[in-house]
Structure formats: C-alpha cells, structure tokens
C-alpha cells in the first residue's frame, strides 16, 4: 500500500489545518492508520492513531487540539488540527499497519507516506 499525505502548509499560532491521508492503489479496509511528525534534529514521534473501527489513541501533547477520524466509504483518515502551536511546526506523515488495534510504535507501522510539511507561525 503506497500512502499519500496532504493538507500540508502554513498557518498562524491558533489557527487550524486539516491533514488528509489515503492510499493509491488499494484501500484502509482493515488497516489501523497513524499519524507521526518530525521536526528538525528531533526523532519521530506519535501523533495521533486510529483503528478501522474508529478507536483512537492520542499524544499528550495534542490531546484536545487535534483530531482524527477516518472516513472509509472515502478510503481516507483525517488529521484535524485546531489551536496549533509554533512547536507543532515539522513534517507530518501518515502510517497504517494491517491490524485491527493501533500501535504508538514507529516501527509496527509496515507502511508510510511521503510526509507534508506544517510551518506553524508565531
């Protein structure tokens, strides 16, 4: 499974951006999907994640402020990004690994989109 990630940009302290995550050539069905982030000198690290059921598992540090959700008559997970902050700022990927639970681990996600830049301003 090839992933694609965008929503990708620039936005202000406060601000809102929606990332979108979906695969070319094959479908989520019964694939728990990840978001991830890394910022420069920094290692990756766990976003927010979400099961084909619609279970969720969050970061502390974007709990309340980001959001996500998968819609998969449209094949596509979200990531809802509200109240953002400068140290928000790094490149977004989105993962999926063919498993009914989520994982908060890099390296059990089997597949991985190319990453889009969030620059958040202050």
């Known amino acids: 499974v090839q992933l694609q990630a965008s929503g990708g940009g620039l936005v202000q302290a406060g601000g809102s951006l929606r990332l979108s995550c979906a695969p070319s050539?094959?479908?989520?069905?019964?694939?728990?999907v990840g978001w991830f982030r890394q910022a420069p000198g920094k290692e990756r690290e766990f976003i927010a994640a979400?099961?084909?059921?619609?279970?969720?598992h969050y970061a502390d540090s974007v709990k309340g402020r980001f959001t996500i959700s998968r819609d998969n008559a449209k094949n596509t997970v979200y990531l809802q990004m509200n109240s953002v902050k400068p140290e928000d700022t790094a490149v977004y990927y989105c993962?999926?690994?063919?498993?009914?639970?989520?994982?908060?681990?890099?390296?059990?996600?089997?597949?991985w989109g190319q990453g889009t830049q969030v620059t958040v301003s202050s």
């Open positions: 979400v099961t084909y059921s619609r279970v969720t």
């Open positions: 050539g094959g479908t989520f069905s019964s694939y728990a």
């Open positions: 993962a999926a690994r063919r498993t009914l639970v989520n994982s908060l681990t890099v390296y059990e996600y089997d597949y």
